[in-house]
């Protein structure tokens, strides 16, 4: 999330920053509620699992979300900003 705020703000189109433009503004408003709700489900497994409510259907909810929705989103925000992400 901080290094897409930081590319954002050094990269510049039509001379402009590209963090100046209001797509770029939705896209990283939509990066963080998914960084958001990425949080909040992961810190919902650990609170679950630390109460020793742990069950296969809980943790299949965290397991392969976090990484993937990372990706996705970081990926999202540097690709309409004409970044690529590695």
């Avoid at 990269?11 to 998914?34: D, M, V």
């Avoid at 989103?73 to 900003?81: D, F, L, N, R």
Wanted: a positive charge; proline letters at 6%; one cysteine or more.
């Amino acid at each position: 999330m901080l290094e897409a705020i930081r590319y954002t703000k050094e990269r510049e189109a039509f001379g402009r920053p590209l963090i100046n433009f209001q797509h770029t503004k939705f896209e990283l408003a939509e990066l963080k509620a998914e960084v958001l709700s990425i949080k909040t489900t992961v810190d919902y497994c650990i609170e679950q699992y630390i109460n020793g409510h742990n069950d296969p259907a809980t943790a299949s909810i965290a397991k392969p979300s976090p990484p993937t929705k990372a990706w996705r989103s970081s990926t999202g925000v540097c690709s309409s900003s004409g970044a690529t992400a590695t």
